[in-house]
């Protein structure tokens, strides 16, 4: 199979990163341009000594963010930026004829009012946002292969949507008085020199943040209609951890039918079983935890794979599903990738396993 | 003001750890009794080499646990032992006429009934339960003064009474479909040598566990009902997170006065306010956050303080209210010598700032 | 007792918010003044949440420092500057009165031209490096009782310093071929927004740093070399670690008397136990570790107490020395606070134990 | 390439479960065999969920260590057992024709009683010690192609030798006084349910241990004593720092040329480099480090690789000598992986980067 040529702009924060991981070592895909404003000269074996090692990362070398130079360069763009910045670097390179992987979230929102709703800025190319495709595999994978602008999801939004989109498909559970509740590793704050994230800060901590309207709200509720078929509201409450990396969610629904004692529980856990194992049971990066099991993030930090486990609790009427995700991969550059294989025809898990 | 004679049962895991660190330099109280199978024949600076510089620390040796020969050497008794064990030792320990504070469950629940239940045995001593006090301070002030026999409450249980409780009895907040999603320090899961415990399998890791049914929604339940006047059921979920020491604790209710916009939201948040200024505002070791500060363990590890703040949702209707405490201090040792100072008269504060 | 007026400029860094602990309750010291360009105008609560239960800290300011203002204010100043910047505020401080105690490097040296081969630039005030006392108590205490300046000591070299300076004084060790091999918690770089620094880049990260010229070596081998009465130049490596604080430093020894078999060592042995005796017997803050135990950081972060251990090696005819320390305690803020007590004729563990 | 069948006695322990994860996805290994006394009869899907979504994982379960059975399975044996039981193991595989892979310190040392000395039991296997190959690939590579029992090194000896063994055998540096100071995560303490290594009790501390005679001092002095054709006695200190996996080696030699100056040492510098470079520059696992950077843990964690820096201090007249391995991989499971990929012919990379 020929390689393709791909590039990351962006390439030296968190997510940036762990595309280069990727990249450097994908069977068909040939990294071929990174760009970064602060490391522009240096080699990456430079700017990542833990990729030195590796023939390309000694002459491959940071380059200062240029579209018409990438566009010559890459026949596939990363866009690992902030929000606001990546759409006008996606403009260009679509103009010239790249496809573009965007790792922000300026193309993942339907609604341009919405985006200046959770953002607090105009939507700054609002003519491309019918034409990009929501970059989660499990559930848009054929509009991803014939995509030109893919909106790769956010780290949130991933852990809530695997493990509630089926259900709610299914009308198993309601679409009202969903909680998701998440922690999250630091990466996910960025490799941004603030002291709110110094180590001092950060160890022997736990905190909540963002609450209650974090942005990342505005494309978990665009998908949660979507699959429910009418406007959904959730309440979502982020908090950070001292972990580097990784996303724990536990997240509360409401059956659509009662039960009320342990008979109707296993029944109704059969109906949810039979549903995950419809939507998930050939997906290469889902694993269901049957049996006794609850996820951990430790079990899947440096894969693409997203544990989920669920409890139904008589007690209470509810059930309790969980995820874990590593936030910079399944939650970002690793389900990232996912896309780049289903969009290029490379078997789905090629350089994720 | 003369010192009372203290002694420590199980004064080896980490909650008797911490009652040793307080109660040594306690300014009204003279620890004169330390037990553990474990260590006996040890002095305290030989097992707690951190204490070593207390002069106390050098000669007080650890002894086998005996009622008898306890009873004559401490007018005041703490009990941090496992549920089930600790009853044991308070009955021949109260017929003697000694104070009993147990830090265990045992005591906590006035249903020898739901002991079995979420405890899986017959309660050991249920004659007692009637005259035991629940001893949080904040609630239960004066029957501590009285008391004889103080179960002092759960590390989670504190993290979600104190926020919760004056809601419930102002009828603030619906007593019905509550939520209340903790992380926890892995101290709470006590010094045992086992597996899950060990520093490679927590760190970088991220989880939940006992999922529906946690042994403490028993105490949480029982409180949450006195004060709303009518049965409440919750939804707990506890994680661990790697850190030392702390509870986060994030609990989802809903205002019983509809808010439908920010005028409304604003004249409730007034009220909800109020309502903790009534209830916290002289209260030495509550601490009522406001403006933009969320709670933070890094805050309150090492002290005896609670911190709750909360915010009102305008999207979803809900209040959510979050605390973070020391599960051992404030939710575990620290919390009993504030019920000792009451008992004994002592200036609550003493020995804990 | 009459309590004294302290002043801290510079309070926002972590040896800063030490001070404040400290000195907020301090038995025999009144905080009256605390400066920070970043946070003048706020209130210690709200820079520091978890000192809000201090009465003072809700009414106590930062503000801008004013050596004038500030002199009124304060009898006693602590300084928690950079280099290079306290030595402007020492000045004006001693010349309107103020006894100075300096946590910079900028008084410990007695020489401008090394302070220059260490610190890259002029000595900012040598006409004072006379008159400044090195603020180690157990070395300089009767000094320190007479000091208007005090130059307190840095975190590492208090970990090599009191190990080493009775075993050099003594003529038990050999004044050459000295190596300190030091690990620290990452609040040694201070509360700095440098990438180096994040949670992500420090934690699961071991690393050397500042090899093989750190600038802390000038002022241990000033001091040992006083101690050897000839000069000495040592060997030192200091390590990040990811733990919020605490110093382990390893230090290998030369005995002057050679030592070839069990019996020989046992004897050489006793004279170091003897010797170390001899010099921290009584000290409150030096704990000799004997029997099997090695300094651990965990036992004595938050004190400002030293572990000291030593093991001889017939294989090798050397002895190793370890110590363990928390590095913002006895190693900056808490060995400040000994300097303070001293100085002032406290008791010297007062607000310290 | 046809595969080879291998299989893993002891697998449920940290190297033992990084076998698994390599041999899972090696290209030219085949995971026959996994035995662990307390997982048999469970998929390693169920005891290692984080492997769970390969496909081999559902399938192969645990069994009973049986040297007989095992035999059939596999053509090399890997052994991550304790030493002394190892030996146990290695005897009737060898004799039955398998290539064995030893993990522990059984057959590392030349002499059984320099391993009486160092692990106070009697060898359980003298007559294999003359046959075993040290399984340094760097070093004994046209050995390990042909051994039929390959003693893989230990996690601290791969850090000490592979900076060393070059130096030594150039005669660049002295053999005598040379002081190794390694900080190690706490994997290498195994996985053993004990207090010491509770997550609690590793957190936030530092200490050092086995001081000062560390049973890898046996292996590491035996191969120091080939490389300089003297016996060689060294200093070495191993720490326990809170990270998962990792070693960072500070080592401290004296170079046989005495420098004096700048240019001196720089004449010097170029000897070393050209020296590490023959030795290494052609090495796919050994990264020596130029210009400014120094070994850092979090570079080679998950990875073969070793990284190597290097100072001379004009001030001391010393070589420092610093390297960063994961202590799991290069200094276990990944070396042992990186034989059998010679013993068996396949490119010295497979199934590493």
Redesign the interface.
Known sequence: MKKISVGIVGASG?SGEELVRLLL?HPHAELTAVTSRQYAGQTLAQVF??F??HPHAKTLRFVEPNAAVLAKQAQVVFLALPHGVAAEFAIPLLQQGCQVIDLSADFRLKSAAVYKDFYAHDHPAPDLLATSVYGLPEVYRSAIKNATLIASPGCYPTSVLLPVLPLLRAGLVKST?I?A?S?S???GAG?????D?????????????G???HRHLSEIEQELSIAAGTPV???F?P?L??????I?T?I?LTPEKHFANADEAAALNQRILACYQAAYGNE??V?L?EGK???????????N?I?IAW???P??G?L?V?S?EDNIVKGASGQAVQSLNILCGFPETAGL?
């Open positions: 968190y070592t000594p833990k030195a090692n008085g909680i509740d922690l590793g630091v990466s490799r941004k020199a603030e002291l994230y110094l180590f001092v800060e950060c160890n022997e901590s736990v905190r909540p943040y609450v209650p309207k509201i959730i309440q409450t908090h951890v001292p972990v580097n990396r990784g724990l536990t509360y290469p990066f694993r935890l099991a609850l996820p951990d993030t430790k079990n899947v930090v440096g894969t794979v544990e409890r139904l609790d007690r209470t509810r309790i969980m874990a396993i």
